[in-house]
């Protein structure tokens, strides 16, 4: 399980990829997380959990090996990204999109880098 914080704002972002229901919510244990229910979306590649507060989980069912699999984690980080600035008080409209960008930008990027995606390797 991969953690990145969310930038300046007081939030983490927690990344799983594959690894059953247990074993996620073993790792958030060691995180300090417990008490949560992960409730699995059938059919679903991947989905996005507010495990805390403070902390979003973003829990990929597969490696990621393509295109497709990479813009599923986009996906999912935008959820984390809504998610964190409305509770900072950052509705999504057109004067507040463009922070909604930079920590979009933020997120991927801090992701790509820990998860060793590069153009390389795809």
Known sequence: MLKVKA??????????????????????????IKGIDLVEVPNSAAATYDVSSNDCLI???????TLEDLSILNHEIFHCVVR????????LNVSTEEAYAYLTDYLC??????????????
């Open 7 to 32: 930038a300046c704002y007081p939030f983490n972002v927690y990344i799983q990829i594959c690894g059953t229901k247990q074993t996620v919510l073993d790792k958030l244990k060691k995180e300090g």
């Open 59 to 65: 829990w990929m069912q597969n490696p990621i090996r």
């Open 84 to 91: 964190i600035l409305r509770d900072c008080g950052i509705d």
């Open 109 to 122: 990027l801090k992701i790509y880098k820990k998860l060793g995606i590069t153009l390389c390797s795809m």
